[in-house]
């Protein structure tokens, strides 16, 4: 067991095994980074590594349209894209069945469903009820995302996302599709791992994606999170005195702050990649990686 401080904290230590930091260190190098159809995009897209695989987002803005243009611009670069679909932005069955063909046209092997924020919605008010269709489609793929929620959800109870998210669970594995659930992004290790170890006494076997910040500027971080409704989570770095005080002090957001006070706990329970927020502020990420992975 190796104890370590976090360079820019000065009371959080940590114990992490040799496995455990072996894990840390593969997640880190693996990541999946997530681009969003905005302008800066075409900033952030030249900093990608090659073959990354990346996880294009459904604009409520820019629909669906979009992100399968930019899913076919990246896999013609040769990277490996995880389109989003939106639910409730599907208009119809007909829709889903055209779906469903665009991913066997291109050969994909994986696609990331969220319910959306389409209001008022198409075809599907959730998730649930647009992938029991698509499900019966001739879609080609291999395996299927979806999302997950430790740290609540602005409109919907806990009750009903625990519910929704085994539901689609059951509804992969009746299928015989592989799957793996996506964290929002949070900041609190806590709740995290709370979550996770609540959902497997629960009866969930997804593997998990860990939804992290990537390196992102605080300011940023701060605008973009109220956007895209992390209200929970950016009441916890207000709440919690270590957190908002570290924010203050550095310039932009540090991954490690949830990867090492998580080390253990994501090697116990089957957390087997990260799914890193970058809001296309994808230098400094890919910087922070390089520097983490060559500091070992």
Not at 26 to 34: A, C, N
Not at 165 to 186: I, P, V, Y
Not at 272 to 277: D, G
Request: aromatic share 8%.
């Amino acid at each position: 067991m190796v104890l370590f401080r976090n360079k820019d904290s000065h009371t959080d230590e940590f114990e992490e095994s040799a496995h455990a930091r072996a894990h840390r260190l593969e997640l880190t190098r693996s990541f999946t980074i997530e681009v969003v159809p905005m302008k800066n995009l075409e900033t952030g897209r030249q900093h990608l590594p090659a073959g990354s695989t990346l996880s294009v987002t459904c604009s409520p803005a820019k629909g669906i349209e979009e992100t399968q243009r930019l899913t076919e611009d990246f896999l013609a670069q040769g990277f490996d894209p995880i389109p989003h679909f939106a639910a409730r932005m599907v208009r119809d069955k007909a829709h889903t069945a055209e779906l469903a063909a665009w991913c066997r046209s291109l050969g994909l092997s994986r696609i990331f469903l969220v319910g959306g924020d389409a209001d008022p919605p198409g075809g599907y008010f959730d998730a649930v009820e647009f992938l029991s269709d698509f499900l019966e489609t001739d879609h080609g793929l291999t395996s299927l995302g979806v999302t997950a929620y430790p740290d609540h959800h602005a409109f919907i109870s806990d009750e009903k996302l625990h519910a929704a998210l085994h539901a689609k669970q059951s509804l992969l594995a009746e299928a015989g599709l592989d799957g793996w659930c996506s964290t929002q992004m949070c900041f609190d290790s806590e709740v995290i791992e709370g979550w996770i170890r609540y959902e497997r006494a629960a009866g969930l076997t997804l593997p998990i994606h860990l939804g992290v910040s990537g390196v992102i500027d605080k300011a940023k971080l701060m605008t973009m999170g109220m956007r895209i409704g992390l209200g929970q989570s950016l009441g916890y770095l207000k709440k919690n005195r270590a957190a908002i005080a570290k924010m203050m002090t550095s310039s932009s957001y540090d991954p490690n702050d949830l990867l090492m006070p998580l080390s253990e706990a994501n090697l116990e329970l089957g957390v087997e990649a990260v799914h890193m927020y970058t809001f296309n502020q994808i230098e400094a990420t890919e910087s922070w990686r390089n520097e983490t992975l060559a500091s070992y």
